[in-house]
């Protein structure tokens, strides 16, 4: 990398080049606070999730089919 060149990213929520830099941009790896706002609003109302293998229905000591 050339010295003084700044490493550029893509914007996960927006698309637009997103300076990799703590000083010069602390919402990275965002190109701005709004984006970053946006993605945590995101995270927030379960849009972006992280797909969980087990089925919601998956007991495995069957403890929860037991009559009472």
Same mark, same amino acid.
Do not use: Y
């Given at each position: 990398?050339?010295?003084?060149?700044? =490493? /550029?990213? =893509? !914007? $996960? /929520? #927006?698309? =637009?080049?997103?300076? *990799? &830099?703590?000083? =010069? @941009?602390?919402?990275?790896? +965002? #190109?701005? %606070?709004? !984006?970053?706002?946006?993605?945590?609003?995101? *995270?927030?109302? %379960?849009?972006?999730?992280? $797909? &969980?293998? /087990?089925? $919601?229905? +998956?007991? $495995? &000591?069957?403890?929860?089919?037991? @009559?009472?």
């Amino acid at each position: 990398m050339i010295r003084g060149a700044l =490493k /550029t990213v =893509k !914007c $996960p /929520t #927006c698309g =637009k080049p997103a300076v *990799w &830099d703590k000083q =010069k @941009n602390p919402a990275r790896p +965002f #190109c701005s %606070e709004r !984006c970053r706002l946006i993605d945590l609003g995101a *995270w927030a109302d %379960e849009s972006h999730r992280i $797909p &969980d293998a /087990t089925p $919601p229905d +998956f007991d $495995p &000591d069957g403890s929860s089919n037991q @009559n009472r």
